[in-house]
C-alpha cells in the first residue's frame, strides 16, 4: 500500500467476509497457542508483511537475531484472527507493539511485556475510527499523532485508553488534488514535521502543544520518507510522480533541510526515470541510507552523491530498509514479485551477507526491539 500498487484479480468475496468479519469476540476465535519461549529475548526484529490490497493477508513475522529463528504469521498464530488489510507500519512503546493496518483502519496493540500475566503478541486493543492510518509518533505517554493517507487530518489519540482525542486539519481545500495525505514524522522541539506524499510536494509543520499546521516546506514532488539525523538535519527523498501523472513528473530527489530555521539546505537530484525510496539513518544518525534500485549510503555532512551503490540491486527489488540502531546491520527487504512471499536480507554494517528470512507477502517494515 506504500506505493498504492493495485492488484485487479481481487476476490470480492473473500474481501467481503474479511470486511465484515467480529473481530470483538477474541475469545471465540481459534488459537494456536505456539511455544514462543525461544522469543524471549531483547535480540527480536518484528517484520510487517503488507499483503496485497484488499485481500486481507497482511501477517506479521518474529526473527531472533541470536539464534536465526523466525516465525511467521505470528499474530494470527496468537490470536486466532487475521491481522488484516495492508500492514503499514509498526511502532514499540512501554511494553506494547502498536501495528498500523492502513486499509483496515484500525491500530492493533499487541503485549510485549506490559502485561506479564498475559502472552506475548497477544491482543490488548485497539484504536479504530480512522480513515487510512499511516504512521504514529509518539509525543508523550498520553499522546500520539496518527498521520492518515485520505483523511486530510492526523488523528490525536492517548495510549493508555487507546482512545481517540482529537485531529489536527491538514486540507488546503485543493479543488485538483486531495491535499494533504499524511506520512511519515519526526520531531524538533515542540514541532512535528510530516511529509505528504501522494500528489503532493509539501512538509508541513505542527506544533504539537496546539495542534495545529504552523508551516510548510516545499520540496520535489512526492516526498516518501522522513528522517532527522545527529545535526538535526530533516532529510527526504521524493520519487518524482510518474510519467502522465496529472500531478507532474520530475527527477527523484533527496532534500536536506535545517529543522530549525526550516530552510532547504541542499538537494540532490538523480537521472529522470530512476524511483528513489525510503531515506533511512543508522543508530548514531550520522549516516544516511536510501534506496535507488540498489541500496545507497552516505554520510549526512556529504556535499555529493555516492559513486556506486552499497548494496547492489542484482536480480532483488528492494522494497523497503531499514537499519538496526544498535550495530548499524541493514535489512533490506525484497517484495519480488508483489504476491508470492517476499524475502528480508540481513547485511553487516560493511554490507556482507549474514541471512536470509522468507517471510510474508510484500514485507515492508523492521522493527527491532
Known amino acids: 500500500m506504500r506505493k498504492l500498487k493495485i492488484y485487479l484479480s481481487i476476490s470480492v468475496l473473500a474481501w467481503f467476509a474479511f470486511s465484515c468479519m467480529d473481530d470483538e469476540n477474541w475469545s471465540n476465535r481459534n488459537k494456536l497457542n505456539i511455544d514462543v519461549s525461544s522469543l524471549n529475548t531483547d535480540e527480536l526484529v518484528f517484520i510487517s508483511n503488507e499483503g496485497n490490497f484488499m485481500y486481507g493477508n497482511a501477517s506479521l513475522s518474529v526473527y531472533n537475531k541470536e539464534t536465526h529463528e523466525l516465525i511467521n504469521n505470528i ?5 486466532g484472527v487475521p491481522l488484516g488489510d495492508v500492514a503499514q507500519s509498526m511502532q514499540i512503546r512501554n511494553g506494547l507493539l502498536y501495528v498500523v493496518v492502513n486499509n483496515s483502519g484500525k491500530i492493533y496493540v499487541l503485549n510485549m511485556g506490559k502485561y506479564p ?3 506475548a503478541y497477544e491482543y490488548v486493543g485497539k484504536i479504530t475510527g480512522l480513515t487510512s492510518p499511516r ?7 498520553t499522546k500520539a499523532y496518527v498521520t492518515d493517507l485520505y483523511a486530510k487530518a492526523i488523528t490525536i489519540f492517548n495510549p493508555l485508553t487507546f482512545q481517540i482525542i482529537g485531529r489536527i486539519d491538514v486540507n488546503n481545500h485543493s479543488p485538483k488534488f486531495y491535499q494533504h495525505p499524511t506520512e511519515q514524522m519526526v520531531q524538533y522541539g515542540k514541532f512535528v514535521f510530516t511529509n505528504c506524499w501522494s500528489y503532493d510536494n509539501q512538509i508541513l509543520v505542527i506544533n504539537s502543544e496546539t495542534d495545529q499546521v504552523v508551516d510548510s516546506i516545499t520540496v520535489g514532488l512526492q516526498p ?3 528522517v532527522m539525523d545527529k545535526n538535526n538535519k530533516i532529510w527526504t527523498v521524493t520519487d518524482g510522480g510518474y510519467e502522465g501523472s496529472p500531478y507532474g513528473h520530475e527527477p527523484s530527489s533527496l532534500w536536506r533541510i535545517d529543522a530549525k530555521t526550516r530552510q ?3 538537494s540532490f537530484y538523480f537521472e529522470m526515470g530512476s524511483w528513489a525510496s525510503e531515506v533511512k539513518l543508522n543508530g ?3 549516516t544516511l541510507f536510501y534506496i535507488n534500485e540498489g541500496i545507497w549510503r552516505m554520510p549526512v555532512t556529504s556535499v555529493k552523491l555516492s559513486e556506486k551503490p552499497f548494496i547492489p540491486k542484482e536480480e532483488k527489488l528492494f ?4 537499519i538496526d540502531p544498535t550495530n548499524s546491520e541493514v535489512y533490506a527487504i525484497d517484495a519480488i514479485d508483489y504476491v508470492q512471499p517476499g524475502v528480508v536480507y540481513r547485511f553487516s554494517s560493511e554490507g556482507i551477507p549474514q541471512d536470509t528470512m522468507c517471510v510474508g507477502i510484500i514485507p515492508g517494515e523492521a522493527v527491532f526491539y
Open 264 to 266: 532547504v539546505e541542499q
Open 75 to 79: 499474530f494470527y498464530k496468537q490470536n
Open 319 to 322: 522494497y523497503g530498509i531499514n
Open 284 to 286: 548514531s544518525k550520522d
Open 117 to 119: 500475566h498475559l502472552p
Open 224 to 226: 516518501t520518507s522522513l
Open 135 to 141: 504512521y504514529i509518533h509518539f509525543l508523550s505517554d
